[in-house]
């Protein structure tokens, strides 16, 4: 059943972003322009996604990306749509995308572009030849007022605390949008026949506990002690009968999270001693929202919400999830 307002009309997230920010009176209004962006840009990454076999822009276009990974077709065209459906909108100042190597000036600070925008626009690259759910993830930070209009990167490199806003697309069975201002979680689902993303969950509260665990264990002898410990124990029936799921996009898995409860790590490896994820593309948003939502997200140290940001395109590890199920794993690593 769709949820409807007290006047029986259904939420669309256009709809839902405005009476949101009617409940803070110095609202400007600019900040539901920034999202409509976002929504507009996401429903045309979904139609390509959609028909991707029929257009012949599966597969990769031979170039490799900043993170030295190769770019998948659909990447790129993620990518150029959110920076064209972005760039043009008068308060938005800066984007920084997952995919390119320097952050994209879109405009001289002035008090109309105080909007950043950071993204990961097609997550879960591997999976999109074989249809498996992918999603585009974004975070919104706003310029600092204390520092100059030039340095732009202090502007960009602001801890996860810092967000105004966070959210993700998945692309699966239904494509979902999943956002907040820090006032909850609210989940919309594309109805296909309006073309318009609908309040299908209001208010996401993630469980406490969930007998999920979500990790590559192939690597688990590259994972720290602590980690490998965690796991052995969740094998056991002390544990009460864990049971693992892993998508290996992290939109997906975290999705499931999010709903079922449970915990997803992506732990330092061998390979990637300081973890794979992105800090500002995913984890960061991520955290935001888990936070939300009553979980939690740490790198193993500290709460990833507060880690000083030193580079664009820096790594974390991340464990991610319910809350008791991420002082658990945290109760083992930090032994
Ligand atoms: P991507 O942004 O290039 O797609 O990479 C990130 C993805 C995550 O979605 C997922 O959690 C992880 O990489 C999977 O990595 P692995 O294949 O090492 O398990
Ligand atoms: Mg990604």
């Given amino acids: 059943m769709i949820n409807t307002a007290g006047d029986g009309g259904i939420i669309t997230l256009q709809r839902h972003i405005i009476e949101e920010q009617r409940k803070y009176p110095t609202a400007t209004g600019e900040f539901s322009w920034v999202l409509s962006g976002i929504t507009l840009a996401t429903k045309i990454i979904e139609s390509q996604v959609r028909c991707a076999g029929l257009l012949g822009i599966l597969g990769t276009t031979g170039t490799v990306n900043v993170q030295g990974e190769k770019v998948q077709k ?8 959110i920076l064209q459906c972005l760039g043009y909108r008068r308060n938005i100042g800066i984007m920084v995308s997952e995919e390119d190597d320097e952050p994209h000036i879109i405009k001289e600070p002035d008090e109309l572009a105080n ?9 879960g690259s591997s999976n999109i030849d074989v249809n498996v759910s992918i999603g585009t993830i974004f975070s919104i930070l706003q310029r600092r007022e204390d520092v100059a209009a030039k340095d732009v990167m202090s502007h960009i490199l602001q801890p996860g605390v810092k967000q105004v806003a966070a959210g993700y697309v998945v692309y699966g069975s239904s494509t979902v949008m999943a956002y907040t201002t820090g006032h909850g979680v609210h989940m919309f689902t594309l109805d296909p026949t309006i073309g318009a993303f609908v309040l299908s969950r209001p208010d996401i509260k993630m469980p406490e506990k969930g007998q999920t665990y979500s990790v590559n264990e192939a690597y688990k002898a590259q994972f720290p002690k602590g980690v490998q410990d965690y796991l052995r124990w969740a094998h056991t029936e002390e544990a009460g009968g864990y049971t693992l799921r892993y998508i290996g996009s992290l939109v997906a898995d975290f999705h499931r999270t999010l709903l079922r409860g449970g915990v997803f790590l992506y732990p330092p490896t061998r390979k990637a001693p300081g973890g794979k994820l992105r800090l500002l593309y995913e984890a960061n948003p991520m955290a935001f929202l888990a936070e939300q939502a009553g979980g939690a997200a740490s790198d193993g140290k500290q709460r990833i919400l507060e880690k000083e940001p030193k580079a664009l395109h820096e790594r974390t590890p991340l464990i991610i999830g319910s809350k008791a199920e991420v002082d658990k794993v945290l109760s083992f690593w930090t032994k």
């Fill in 74 to 81: 659909l990447d790129q065209i993620a990518n150029e749509t």
């Fill in 115 to 123: 909007y950043i925008v950071l993204f990961d626009p097609l997550d």
